[in-house]
């Protein structure tokens, strides 16, 4: 029985790495649409912007084959969501004082988190057994 630790990591070839930062930006474009979308239609545009983000995170951790691609959309998504927080000189905000904007900051993390923890573990290769027998 390996543990995780026993377990080759993965080299970070060109591919990957282009592919980390293009799951990064990705992030951040489903980070902006949703700061946009939540308030639209309160419970509507909250959820849809919520599982925008929960099907990034699980494609991108499935399509990388590791929980690396989900932690590269979700740093993407929280980066640009915390960036949008802020006040402007101007006094604009992107987000308001409402329960939806802090759903959406709070729901969004906990999906991160989630979604990060819980991806695709690599299995070991071979034939289609399963392991103990």
Do not use: N
């Amino acid at each position: 029985m390996s543990s995780m630790l026993a377990r080759p990591i993965k080299s970070p070839t060109l591919p990957r790495v282009l592919a980390h930062l293009g799951l990064l930006l990705l992030g951040a474009l489903v980070g902006i649409a949703g700061a946009l979308l939540q308030p639209a239609w309160f419970p509507g545009g909250l959820l849809l912007a919520l599982a925008g983000e929960a099907g990034l995170l699980l494609g991108a951790a499935r399509a990388t084959g590791s929980r690396g691609g989900a932690v590269a959309a979700a740093a993407g998504w929280a980066i640009t969501v915390i960036l949008l927080t802020a006040s402007r000189p101007e006094g604009d905000f992107v987000f308001g004082t409402g329960a939806s904007a802090y759903l959406f900051l709070l729901g969004g993390m906990a999906l991160a988190v989630i979604c990060a923890t819980l991806g695709p573990l690599r299995q070991p290769g071979g034939d289609g057994v399963r392991l103990g027998k």
